[in-house]
């Protein structure tokens, strides 16, 4: 069958626009991706990122699953150091009570953000390497049924069992989905060095529970897509700006695309970001067919979540289309690992 295909959202805060746009942007979209048939729609969070509106990820969830049908809605993720399970809980289990059906929950342990923020968030950087394994094991305790003398219940929560996943950019979120039997997100399409030992460790662990009887990995992957390699190439050159800003402790929004950018790089910074990149499909629907095939192919993953950081918000929403066109087009034989 064709890979599963999901949208991963940062709700781009574009240069010259503000966050009200890019929520409504997000709400737009998704509606756009549950059109063309994406199975789930996720946004993360992050802090203190003037590009970046989904900071208070779980009312942006809200935004989102209000103005959609059908289409699942979750966090790609929620950074759980920074929370107390119990709150996430409590959240979520709202969320799905509103939404029978249709909310997840992936779960990462950085900080999404910087240090001077990360003490504003937690009042305190002290951390203990077991802290992010135990928070898991209590958040999933608090979508069970409950247990006699529970004294803590999650209300709304308790019993509705939402799906958890965990993410990744190394391989202790390979080991711990393993470990606990649960779904594994791997963020490629930024941090794609350790993919294919986290696709190999999480397969050859896991353990069956009652989550999961079998495996079921998703990576990240970037598409800029177009009807020419030109306008392609455009369009991704806004995702190069701000990645290359990002490197250089400069974030801000989303810049606009610029035809001459890559001739200002010198071969380190072009070397930088292409490896970056190195998870993304670029071009016309033809080449990005050919892309999305052998990723595929090459990682034996169950679904995509495609990420297009896209200046123009009618050229994002083509791009999506180009995507999952592509992906529906593929055949077995091509998608065989």
Known sequence: MPVTLSVLDLSLITEGSTAADALRNSRDL????????????????????????SAATAIVIGHIAAGTSKIRVGAGGIMLP????????????????LNPGRIEVGLGRAPGTDQFTMRALRRTLQT?????????????????????????????????????????????????AAMLGLPY?????????????AVEMYRTRFEPSEYLAEPYMMAGFNVFAA??????????????????????????PLPPPRAD???????AER???????????????????????????????????????????????????????????LSPATMSV
């Not at 094991?137 to 803590?152: D, I, M, N, R, T």
């Not at 369009?235 to 701000?242: E, L």
């Not at 016309?284 to 192919?297: C, K, L, N, W, Y």
Request: hydrophobic share 40%; proline share 5%; aromatic share 8%.
């Open 82 to 97: 920074n929370h107390a399970p119990l709150v996430i809980a409590e959240q979520f289990g709202t969320l799905e009570s």
């Open 227 to 252: 009807d020419t390699d030109e306008q392609a190439a455009f369009v991704r050159s806004s995702s190069r700006q701000s990645t290359l800003k990002m490197r250089r402790g400069q974030p801000g």
């Open 271 to 329: 070397q930088m970001l292409d490896q970056a990149q190195l998870c993304s499909a670029v071009g016309t629907p033809e080449r990005v067919s050919e892309q999305i095939g052998a990723f595929v192919a090459q990682t034996g993953v169950d679904e995509l979540m495609i990420n297009a950081n896209i200046f123009d918000h009618e050229a994002r929403k083509r791009s999506y289309e180009i995507a999952i066109e592509c992906a529906r087009e």
């Open 30 to 53: 998704a509606q756009h991706a549950e059109r063309l048939g994406y199975y789930r729609y996720w946004v993360a969070e992050h802090h203190n990122m003037p590009g970046i509106a």
């Open 261 to 267: 950018f890559e001739a200002n790089l010198n071969a």
């Open 128 to 176: 203990d390497e077991q802290q992010f394994p135990r928070d898991v094991l209590e958040l999933l305790s608090y979508f069970k049924p409950e247990e006699a003398g529970q004294h803590v219940r999650a209300v709304p929560g308790c019993g509705l069992n939402i799906p958890v996943w965990i993410l990744g950019s190394s391989l202790f979120g390979a080991q711990l």
């Open 185 to 197: 997100a791997f963020a490629s399409h930024f941090a794609p060095d350790a993919l294919m030992h």
